[in-house]
């Protein structure tokens, strides 16, 4: 009896997380992630490949708070789908909770190629986090870097001092690290 109480209970919170009734989706979505188990993550993730970006960034929020690494591949998509770039900074945003150790260049893109505010969570992650990398990576975001600056207005916010510093910054910062780890097995 219990199990049935939770059933009908998951099953209606899932669809009030789809209702346009901001605090009533935020509430369920909230009660979902106490709940917690597989069911609620799967849920989670499937709502990121949404075309609406309310449920999308809903759906990223929760994963932010669930902190479970299997949505990690799921956000890389979506953030990169040409429909979603002006409307990815929230999953970016997740990302942060995330391990993304594995996913230097990934990261790294989201940086050069996305909004301002996908941007800051990218320069947030790659300051953060401890990345696994090659040494082909590195060459390739450099090649990356180089292109970009050849053509710079092909890419948000370049114009932008600030913001051309920011990826500057840190793609020296990885690239400098990556030089003196070169060094040390010399």
Not at 9 to 22: G, P, R
């Amino acid at each position: 009896m219990p199990g049935d109480k939770l059933r009908i209970e998951i099953d209606q919170l899932k669809e009030d997380v789809l209702s346009d009734d901001w605090h009533l989706a935020d509430s369920s979505a909230v009660r979902l992630i106490e709940i917690g188990g597989d069911e609620v993550i799967n849920f989670f993730i499937s709502l990121i490949a949404e075309d609406n970006s309310t449920i999308r960034n809903r759906a990223a929020l929760a994963l932010r708070d669930i902190k479970d690494n299997r949505a990690l591949e799921p956000l890389l998509k979506a953030i990169f789908k040409k429909k979603n770039h002006n409307y990815n900074g929230t999953m970016v945003y997740a990302l942060e909770t995330l391990d993304c150790s594995a996913k230097l260049k990934e990261i790294f893109k989201i940086l050069f190629y996305q909004t301002w505010e996908s941007k800051q969570s990218a320069y947030s992650i790659l300051f953060a986090q401890i990345f696994t990398f090659t040494d082909n990576d590195i060459l390739e975001i450099k090649k990356m870097w180089d292109y970009i600056k050849l053509h710079p207005e092909k890419y948000p916010n370049y114009e932008e001092e600030e913001t051309r510093a920011m990826m500057q910054d840190t793609l020296d910062g990885y690239t400098g690290y990556f030089k003196s780890k070169i060094k040390k097995h010399k």
